[in-house]
Every structure is written in structure tokens, then in C-alpha cells.
């Protein structure tokens, strides 16, 4: 709802005054509009949601169902609920999901342009592939410091990007898992609350300076180049409210091809070589035939030192002062093409025993030591099913001690908690025991709740 004042004119007027339209919903501003930092779609909703006092779910399916066409939307079932949870990061993101929430946003808040919220106005030209986080990411240190300074607490759209992995404000890198229950969060859940984890209802800011500090790390060149990234798509995203951003999406295949041209007199070969790509994908982005994924645009650009703005948007001048003999070529592998006929399997079987039968903490899971050993996972797993099930089952029992030893420590925090309500008289309910232990979602697990039910017989309830 916009309030504005009146006007001389018009309160002097005789003719009754028009009042403006209503909006169904709090018609409440996104954040940071304009800035690498905007708000994204699926923070607003949170908000709107916390503005009006209500869940997310009963948000959603009592006045979002009925805009939505998608069927398992509209009928406002649970199951379509958790459809539509599972898909949070598509709501931030360039598809028609995006666009019917944004619709409907519009329509309830009269709130305009919120396609900018999402990376609608990027999908002439960005590859869906791979380009979202599937679970919240965040920066502790921004969640922290907003709130320190009472500003706004929300989740800008730049985290939603797989290829942001640090903070350009705060120098670090984002979290992806509660440091307490140790879940990643999805973007949108039916107990969603912006900076808290909807699981164990942990404040997810950095609860200390220390913290802040100690987590930022130091300047190497992996690091230094996720930073260029984040900055990159900053200055992106910064460019979202504009009504014609000039890019096409067939901007990608000349700009490709302006760079073969450049730095390899047009030999796509030998561009592919130079880069470790496999020579028929780069023949496809040259022909603009298939659109490559973000990772590899930004990969690209960095390698060759050119801003991805000036990239997209076929800058002259910037194609002209191209780094030739860029030095970060040889750091950069795009991707890693291992044949076959590389594989020693001897050596790999060496190395999977010795990964076994270390006393790593914790023990890494197959996907780590693939990245380790430089081969696809599926190819090692072929060549050493056992060593690899083994490696596995490792990880998980070390994954299943944590949680018993968590079970156990929240089991003790229950006890001690039923005997502090009944100390002062009150009756130990499992809300009122959860306000006291600090991971009240262990509720979930049957043991938890036996203890509560034992503890509470004991004292004759
Ligand atoms: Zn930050
Ligand atoms: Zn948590």
C-alpha cells in the first residue's frame, strides 16, 4: 500500500478523492535495488511472509495457489507445497516458475519490476546448466553485521549463483550448511525465517568477532579467483533493473569467436587445446549452437582478463586490449579430459587403500578423493568397486557416530532440562523443553522423544 501525502490542491478540492489502489499484501520495498546486493525473490517472499505474521505455507497456499497455474500449485496440496520448497532455487532463477511468482507478487504487493529480484532478465543468454545453488548459501559475516547496524536482514540474489562461493564484501568464503545441525537449508521451507535455520532455529550471523575474523582466508589464487567471480556477477546482477541490458544471446557465440580470433588466428583447435576443453563443445559455442554454461563464461573471461560485462556486451575496446599471453592460462584447467589409457590402476589402488586406512577426520567421502586423485568418480569405481564401497561405508558410519554422539548430548540436555522445569513447578511439555536444549528439531529422532517420555513418568506425569 503507497501512502501519500495530499496535497494542497487536492485537499482544498470539492470532487471526492480518488484513493489509490489497495494491495492485498504488505506492498513492502526490496532490498539493495540497483546494487550487486539485491534482494532475491525468494528472501521477499520470506519477508512478506514474516510481515504479515504468518508461514511461509499458509503464504503460499492461500494466496499464491489460486494465482498459479501450475496444477500441483493451484490445488495447495502438501505434496505440491513441498514440490514447490524442493524447487526454491528455480523461483531466484530464469524459468517459467520464476515468472509465474513474480506475476503473482506483483499482482498481491503492486510492488513493479520484481523480475529483477531473479535472473529473469539474464535468460536471453544464461545457460540454466548448473547455475544455481540447489540449497541457501550465505555470508555470516553480512547477516552479522546487518544486524548489528539494525539494517534489513535478507538474502541477496548474487548468493543463489553456484559460481559464488565468497563474499566480495566480507572477503571469505559463504557457508553452505548450519554450523549447528550441520543441514543444508533449502531456499524456501514452510518454517522459513531470513538469517535462522528453519531446522534447528540457530541464528546463522557469526555469533562473535573471532569468528568473523578467523574465517577469512588468505589471498590465494583459487581464492583470488572466486572473488573475481562474485565481483563479476555483481557487477551482473548490478545491471538487472535495466529495462534493455543489449545482450542477446547469440552476443556469446561472436564473443567466442572474437577471442579465437585474437589470441589463436581463428583456430578453434588450438583454442580448445590451450584451454583443456574438448574441441567439439567450443565448436558448438563458436557456431553459437549451444549456449556455454556460466562457470565456462566466467572461465574464459578470466583467463584472458576481460571484464564479463564488456564480454557480454561485445565492448571493442575491450576485445582489442585482450591479455594474449595471459599467464593464468596454465592455472586454469576448464575441464579435465583424463583417457582411459592414463589410468594406472595399480597406483589408483594404492592410493584408495592408503586413503582407507588413514586416520583423516573426517574421513573423505568418494567425491573428495576422486577430485584428489584427478579421475571421475565412475571411472575409479570401476576399476575398484570394493576399495570405493569401503572408502563410502567409512564416511557414512563417521556420518551416523556424529549423529549418535549429537542424540546422546541433546538425550542429557532433555533430562536436565525436564528437572529445571519441574524445579519451578511447571509442567515439562515438549515445547517448553525445547525452548531450553539447544537442538529442539532432535525432536524428530524416536530416541529423543523416549527420553522426554521417561524422564516425564518418572516424575509421575
Ligand atoms: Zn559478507
Ligand atoms: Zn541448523
Known amino acids: 500500500m503507497v501512502v501519500r501525502p495530499y496535497s494542497n490542491e487536492e485537499l482544498w478540492n470539492p470532487h471526492p478523492y ?19 546486493f539485491i534482494e532475491s525473490l525468494t528472501s521477499y517472499i520470506t519477508r512478506l511472509a514474516q510481515s504479515h505474521s504468518i508461514s511461509i505455507s499458509i503464504l503460499m497456499t492461500r494466496e499464491f495457489a489460486p494465482l498459479l497455474t501450475k496444477h500441483y500449485i493451484q490445488n495447495g496440496s ?8 524442493n524447487r526454491g532455487a528455480a523461483i531466484n532463477s530464469t524459468g517459467e516458475l520464476a515468472q509465474l511468482l513474480v506475476n503473482s507478487v506483483e499482482k498481491l504487493t503492486l510492488k513493479q519490476n520484481l523480475s529483477a529480484l531473479t535472473l529473469l532478465p539474464f535468460r536471453d543468454f544464461l545457460s540454466s546448466r548448473e547455475l544455481l545453488h540447489k540449497t541457501k548459501v550465505w555470508c555470516p559475516d553480512c547477516y552479522q553485521e546487518w544486524r548489528n547496524l539494525t539494517k534489513t536482514i535478507y538474502e541477496p540474489l548474487i548468493w543463489t549463483l553456484k559460481d559464488v562461493e565468497v563474499c566480495s564484501h566480507h572477503n571469505r568464503p559463504l557457508q553452505t550448511i548450519c554450523s549447528n545441525c550441520k543441514r543444508q537449508i533449502p531456499w524456501l521451507h514452510s518454517k522459513s525465517r531470513i538469517g535462522y535455520c528453519p531446522y534447528c532455529d540457530r541464528w546463522l550471523g557469526s555469533s562473535n568477532k573471532t569468528e568473523t575474523t578467523s574465517n577469512s582466508i588468505t589471498l590465494s589464487s583459487k581464492f583470488e579467483k572466486s572473488l573475481w567471480k562474485s565481483k563479476a556477477l555483481g557487477e551482473l546482477i548490478t545491471k538487472s533493473g535495466e529495462n534493455s541490458l543489449g545482450i542477446k544471446q547469440d552476443n556469446i557465440a561472436k564473443a567466442i569467436r572474437e577471442i579465437i580470433n585474437i589470441t589463436h588466428q581463428g583456430n578453434i583447435a588450438s583454442f580448445a587445446k590451450s ?39 561485445l565492448e571493442k575496446a575491450a576485445f582489442q586490449s585482450l ?8 592455472d586454469t584447467i ?9 589410468f594406472d590402476s595399480e597406483k589408483i589402488e594404492n ?59 541433546c ?39 523416549m527420553v522426554l517420555k521417561d524422564a516425564k513418568s518418572k516424575q509421575n506425569f
Open 18 to 36: 480518488q484513493l489509490p489502489k489497495r494491495s492485498r499484501l504488505n506492498h513492502i520495498i526490496p532490498v539493495a535495488v540497483g546494487t550487486p
Open 78 to 85: 502438501k505434496k505440491g507445497l513441498s514440490t514447490l520448497f
Open 275 to 313: 584451454l583443456n576443453l574438448p574441441r567439439n563443445t567450443v565448436w558448438m559455442w563458436h557456431e553459437g549452437k549451444s549456449i556455454p554454461k556460466l562457470k565456462f563464461i566466467l572461465d574464459i573471461c578470466y583467463c584472458f582478463d576481460i571484464s564479463l560485462l564488456s564480454f557480454l556486451q
Open 323 to 330: 591479455d594474449i599471453n595471459c599467464q593464468k592460462l596454465t
Open 334 to 342: 576448464l575441464i579435465k579430459r583424463v583417457s582411459p589409457k592414463d
Open 351 to 409: 592410493a584408495l587403500q592408503t586413503i582407507l586406512n588413514s586416520q583423516q577426520i573426517p574421513p573423505p567421502t568418494m567425491k573428495e578423493v576422486a577430485k584428489r586423485l584427478g579421475f571421475d568418480r565412475r571411472i575409479i569405481s570401476k576399476h575398484c568397486p570394493e576399495l570405493c564401497k569401503a572408502i563410502s561405508a567409512k564416511y557414512r558410519r563417521y556420518q551416523n557416530q556424529i549423529r549418535a554422539t549429537k542424540i546422546d548430548e
Open 411 to 449: 538425550c542429557q540436555e532433555v533430562r536436565q532440562a525436564v528437572s529445571a522445569l519441574i524445579e519451578k513447578g511447571e509442567y515439562p511439555s515438549e515445547a517448553r523443553v525445547s525452548r531450553l536444549i539447544s537442538q529442539p528439531g532432535y525432536f524428530r529422532y524416536k530416541k529423543v522423544r
